[in-house]
């Protein structure tokens, strides 16, 4: 799917009908079933949201806001209609099944709208101003208005009886109403019906059998038949994934895997023979070109070539059974035949350093880069010749070509991918399409894939509509992918008895070339090809073999057996004696002689493979790092994986960790079995089956799921240890991972009758089956206290002082790959704090700095703020700094990054408790987990490996964690402390620092019956902070590639630059425009008389004899120079200034004592003023009473009436106190009142 905006379902046929706003289609999905259906395409919808549908009738109603209109249709797809057209924004349609009326939301006016299901009898129902809902609902006599917080009820006949059903509630998305009486059966002709995958409803209770977009209906047996489908094949390492490229669907990725991968680069599919073309490196270190057969069965590898070199390029012209790549280490193209058999190398004159290389076979051209200063794209005929420049720029990443459709793909060091048209010397220019670092990339039918370091997922855009995608695999380090369909391929001039070629045949734009394999050159004829007789000395490159005909060949070659040479000079006797092999060497059948190492290791060195046959005892040759099977060395990381890597599958037996599939049961042997099975009296597997199995009595009379036994009371039911007992005779399976995770600090897998608690890579599970361990090298802590920060070790309890501050620091976090420490403390001046590091960075901050975290990917450090009653969330680095979000009345507080995903989390408060999440660039900001009233979060962390949320309810004292999408939220349990201030949590125990007992305090977050022993007691305690590798995961860094101006801050799809706060924000994120003229007013405190300016940066500009970033330092003046001394005049402002201050707050004492109130009740009075207002809304102030004894009742109406000046007595009137030396005004306004009300 691509923009799902609705679904319906349909009860009759098991269908889900789906509106997707980006393919321009309805779609209807079976549950359960991988693949769907387009009812209605682009033909007939444009831009289709709200649907509803009438099954009774077979009948589908949607609303399409870009026509406007609400149209009607069959559900089968075979009738479309518009029922109601020139309507406003209509959303959020419904259908009254009982009355036979459709309900919408009109947005012009803000009404619910209804008309019968044949579009007559258009009426309002609901005429009060409503804002937009988000659904719309019926049930019995009523009609739901649902909104994001609040959902409210009227009368779906006239509209009356308006009552707010639930209110303050949690964001709400949807909903739905579900009563048996909704479903009512009126016959429902898909019951009779045998279509094999979907049976959709039509008009006049008809109905048609369908199939999903990749299968074919056969009308005779009303059945689907699939069709081969295009895929997408992605190296990966000791395995290629094949994923089928449904137009709609479940996705399902298969792996291709052969004993011999090793290293698994570049791919290409070849339709012809449906096999697959690839690079790998040897176990001694050998760069080969490989082919995947049988790939649909049992998938076999053959090499196809020995010594390819470090291959950076690979592409393939089936139509001429020709192999291209480039040689990265040393700049050279290469040919070869698709067989092996001939092989060339050949340099064009125009590229200096060849790259990347991409095929146009059917129009016989060739696209390379030229790594040379400048980075170039050439385009030349397939044999090297009549090269052009299409793109020359410095900015170009060579890191791959791809050819489609008269376009070639590349990307620059902007992290944007691009093209540019193929057709002449680029003067249409470079085209930029979307952001992105793809390793490579392929296009079909114009939707463009692409792999990315560190992701676990394939990156997609459609470049039809202009939107992205992704393709989930779970699976890391993707490298190459290619598109494998089975087409027809065009004929070239080289299609047919190879062009007339002896031995390889080039393809150009209006005729062929004929080219020679190495040591050969072409015949007079220009086809054939002999052998090169020039006797003049000449010398081989490399590792190469002089045979006697002047040919160079491998010396890979030399004595194996075979005439590489062309005239057996490289077998000849003198030189290779009654083929005996060296000591250490093995002798193939063909006499050929091969290293040891290379007997029996699953790849065929000997051309006949004499080398892995009779392979049946265990290799004495395998590394120390290696594993030995019965045929072949398998490395450490294929044991217990799950995969049968030995050809006997020996690496999968005795794992401790199951493989099996949920539903069944792993003996001892690793075999599967099914729990059904189990104490069956029968022994399936060593016995084991049938240990501890429950004595049964005979129940000859009563059947029990599991367990019978015969009590006084009568057969009574039970259940095994991991099932519960529903009714009186059904076990049901208990999901232990669906309460508190299981209790698995890590990862949960439910099982029959039990569950099993597993750990991420780089974690070991425990002796108690249940927490995770991370290798390597024990955490530890970074405590902050009120001498500064302190390390303690986790193994010895032992700290020491690692940074001393000025002051005991609020907040701490530290960037691990750096070793940088950064901390809060409180600023030299009155609302301030300043942010530092151990490093010597330094940042005064205004306001209350309420949490930090730093990206250890980029380095950026992300504050948590308030100042003057706004909340705000900035980034700094450096000397720069941004704000990403702001917002009044509002209080972020503690914040925690996760660079993976480039998501960022932080607590906040703005009138209700909440955890929030946005991009790490304050875009997609979101409400998570709306949290209960009154429970005052603080301390958030966050766990990467098991992708959980922690914090701290400070009313409850406990601690809450949830998932990192707001979902599987549950309280860890534990009388804590009310003086908790921080923690942090890794490895699934949470370490907190505890004021009151001056202690660090470990608590396990997934076993609350286990008690952890104190750490450390320390004096001062504050923040803390565990310090492990595994605590910040590594990723690739998109930012290195962007050469940012100012600030990059990571985006789920990469990278993106940020000005710097002092810059207007452009478009092209390049902060290329002007700085702020004045127009933003600066934020520094400056001192003394100084004034905040406008630079590159802001600063203070300081009057004559102060200096410093605030002007707080005074220049000393010489005294022999008859300097003055300005501390005097401060001194005496300071006096000055207190004087001033008691005098006031003496008159003010004095007046209150003798005045009393005069404003005795503002009320409203004028019903005028209510007309279309709520109840619970206020007026404008109208009537003003006044205390009897007021001084102002001396102004009477009749002078107010007849003199103007009325208000300059009133104010003469304030009494004074015998100490007053000034007038004490009092004003009231009130402007609604339209008359003199001062």
């Known amino acids: 799917l691509l923009q799902p905006r609705s679904l319906a379902y349909d009860y009759y046929g098991n269908n889900l009908y789906i509106t997707d706003v980006d393919k321009r289609a309805i779609l209807a999905c079976k549950p359960g079933l991988p693949s769907c259906i387009t009812v209605f395409d682009q033909t007939t919808v444009t831009n289709p949201v709200d649907l509803a549908l009438y099954a009774q009738e077979g009948l589908m109603y949607w609303i399409d806001p870009i026509e406007s209109s609400i149209f009607i249709g069959s559900m089968d797809g075979n009738y479309s209609s518009t029922l109601k057209s020139n309507l406003v924004r209509p959303a959020c349609l419904h259908i009254d099944a009982t009355t036979k009326r459709l309900y919408w939301f009109d947005g012009l006016h803000n009404f619910i709208r209804t008309v019968h299901l044949d579009g007559s009898n258009d009426r309002i129902v609901v005429g009060h101003q409503l804002q937009r809902p988000i659904t719309l609902l019926t049930f019995e006599d009523d009609i739901y208005w649902v909104g994001s917080h609040s959902v409210r009820s009227f009368n779906k006949f006239n509209g009356r009886s308006a009552r707010t059903v639930l209110k303050d509630i949690p964001l709400l998305k949807d909903m739905a109403v579900n009563h048996p009486s909704l479903q009512t059966d009126y016959g429902n002709p898909c019951e009779t019906s ?69 290293n698994v680069g570049h791919l290409v599919y070849l339709s012809k023979s449906d096999e697959i073309l690839y690079t790998d490196v040897t176990r001694e270190g050998n760069n080969t070109l490989n082919l995947l057969t049988n790939r649909r069965t049992q998938p076999r590898s053959e090499v196809l070539l020995m010594d390819a070199g470090v291959v950076d390029s690979l592409a393939v012209d089936e139509s001429s059974s020709v192999i291209y790549w480039v040689n990265k280490n040393t700049h050279q193209i290469h ?106 990339l392929a296009v079909y039918e114009d939707i463009m894939f692409w792999t990315q370091h560190d992701l676990n997922y394939i990156r997609c855009f459609n470049l039809e509509i202009e939107r992205e995608c992704r393709i989930e695999t779970d699976k890391s380090s993707m490298r190459d992918l290619v598109i494998a369909v089975k087409t027809t391929l065009a004929n070239t001039s080289c299609s047919e008895n190879n062009g007339g070629c002896h031995h390889i045949c080039i393809p150009l734009p209006h005729n062929v070339r004929c080219l020679c394999s190495d040591g050969y050159i072409l015949h007079s004829d220009f086809k054939k090809c002999v052998l090169y007789q020039d006797k003049e000395s000449r010398s081989c490159e490399g590792l190469s073999f002089k045979c006697k005909n002047e040919r160079c060949v491998s010396q890979s070659l030399f004595c194996d057996g075979e005439d590489d040479c062309g005239d057996n000079s490289d077998e000849t006797g003198d030189l290779c004696p009654a083929g005996i092999c060296k000591e250490g060497e093995h002798k193939c059948s063909s006499n050929r002689c091969i290293p040891g190492s290379a007997v029996c290791d699953g790849i065929k060195n000997c051309h006949d493979g004499s080398d892995e046959a009779s392979c049946t005892t265990v290799p004495n040759h395998c590394k120390q790092t290696d594993l030995a099977c019965s045929l072949s060395c398998i490395s450490q990381e294929a044991l217990c994986d799950g995969y049968d890597d030995c050809v006997n ?85 208990v999901d232990e991972c669906s309460r508190e995770n299981g209790g698995c600090s890590q990862k949960c897998l439910n099982k029959k009758g039990t569950h099993q608690c597993w750990c991420v890579a780089g974690y070991t599970l425990g002796m108690d089956q249940h927490g995770c361990k991370a290798n390597g090298p024990r955490p530890y802590l970074i405590v902050g206290t009120h001498l500064g920060i302190r390390n303690v070790s986790l193994a010895s309890k032992m700290s020491q002082l690692s940074l001393a501050t ?7 976090d530290m960037n691990g790959n750096t070793s940088e420490i950064y901390w809060t403390e409180y600023g030299m001046f009155k609302n301030t704090m300043t942010l530092l590091s151990s490093k010597g960075a330094r940042w005064e901050v205004h306001g209350d700095i309420n949490g930090i975290a730093v990206d250890w990917i980029t380095n950026n450090v992300y504050i948590t703020q308030v100042f003057n009653k706004e909340g705000r969330l900035q980034i700094y680095n450096n000397q720069y700094h941004k704000t990403l979000l702001a917002e009044q009345n509002w209080v972020p507080k503690e914040i925690v990054l996760h660079p993976n995903t480039s998501l960022m989390f932080w607590l906040s408060f703005n009138g209700v408790d909440k955890l929030e999440k946005s991009w ?4 997609q900001h979101q409400e998570l987990v709306r949290l209960a009233s009154g429970s005052k979060p603080m301390a958030l962390a966050i766990d990467h490996a098991t992708e959980r949320l922690y914090w701290l309810s400070a009313s409850t004292v406990t601690i809450e964690t949830c998932k990192l999408d707001g979902t599987q939220k549950f309280s860890v349990t534990y009388h804590l402390s009310s003086t908790i201030y921080a923690m942090d949590v890794f490895e699934g125990l949470a370490y907190l620092t505890d004021l009151n007992d001056s202690a660090v305090v470990k608590l396990n977050t997934y076993d609350t019956m286990h008690t952890e022993p104190k750490i450390r007691t320390m004096s001062g305690l504050g ?32 990278g993106r630059c940020l000005c710097h706060e002092d810059y207007v924000d452009l478009t092209n994120s390049r902060c290329t425009g002007e700085i702020f003229n004045g127009e933003k007013p600066c934020s520094l405190n400056c001192l003394n008389g100084g004034e905040c300016k406008w630079s590159i940066l802001e600063y203070c ?26 501390w005097l005049v401060g001194l005496l402002v300071a006096v000055i200034v207190v004087v001033i201050v008691l005098i006031a707050v003496v008159l003010i004492v004095i007046y209150k004592k003798k005045s009393r109130l005069l404003v005795r009740s503002i009320r409203f009075t004028d019903p005028k003023f209510t007309i279309g207002k709520s109840d619970d809304e206020e007026g404008l102030v109208h009537d003003i009473s006044f205390n009897e004894t007021s001084p102002l009742d001396e102004v009477s109406k009749k002078d107010s009436d007849n003199d103007p000046d009325w208000w300059k007595r009133l104010i003469c009137l304030v009494p004074k106190g015998p100490h007053q030396t000034n007038n004490q005004h009092f004003v009231m306004s009130n402007a609604a009142l339209g008359e003199h009300s001062t």
């Open 1101 to 1126: 500009s300081c009057p004559p004899g102060y200096n410093g970033r605030f002007c707080d330092m005074v220049i000393k003046k010489s005294e022999t120079n008859g300097g003055s001394k300005p």
């Open 1023 to 1054: 923040p803390i902070k565990v310090v492990h590798r595994l605590k910040q995961p590594i990723r690739y860094n998109p930012c290195q590639e962007l050469n940012c101006l100012f600030l990059c801050v990571l985006i789920p799809y990469g």
């Open 335 to 440: 040919l070869a035949s698709l067989n092996g058999e001939r092989r060339l190398t050949f340099k064009i004159q125009q590229v200096n350093q060849p790259h990347a290389l991409a095929i146009d076979p059917l129009s016989g051209f060739m696209f390379l880069f030229d790594v040379s200063t400048p980075v170039k794209i050439i385009k030349c005929f397939l044999d090297g010749t009549s090269c052009i420049t299409l793109v020359s720029d410095i900015n170009l990443t060579p890191d791959f070509l791809y050819y489609h459709k008269g376009n070639v793909y590349f990307r620059d060091r902007f992290r944007e991918i691009s093209f540019v048209p193929t057709d002449d010397r680029g003067s249409h220019g470079q085209s930029d399409i979307v952001n992105g670092a793809p390793i490579t």
């Open 920 to 923: 790490m660039d304050g875009l």
């Open 806 to 812: 000025h002051s005991a620091p609020k907040h701490i």
């Open 194 to 262: 045998r279509c094999s995958h979907f049976c959709l409803l039509g008009l006049n209770g008809t109905y048609i059998c369908a199939c999903p977009d990749e299968f074919e209906f056969n009308s005779h047996t009303n059945s689907c038949t699939s069709i081969e489908m295009a895929e997408l094949l992605v190296a990966r390492s000791r395995e290629i994934l094949s994923i089928p490229l449904v137009s709609t669907g479940a996705l399902e990725v298969s792996t291709l895997k052969t004993e011999s991968m090793r």
């Open 649 to 733: 599958g020996e690496d999968e037996r005795n794992c401790s960790q199951s493989h099996c599939p949920p539903e069944q049961y792993q003996c001892l042997d690793g075999q599967c079995l099914n729990t059904t099975a189990l104490c069956d009296n029968i022994q399936d597997c060593t016995g084991k089956d049938e240990a501890n199995c429950s004595k049964k009595v005979s129940c000859t009379k009563f059947q029990c799921s599991q367990v019978c036994t015969d009590t006084l009371s009568g057969p009574t039911c039970s259940c095994h240890k991991g099932f519960q007992l529903v009714g009186k005779t059904i076990c049901q399976d």
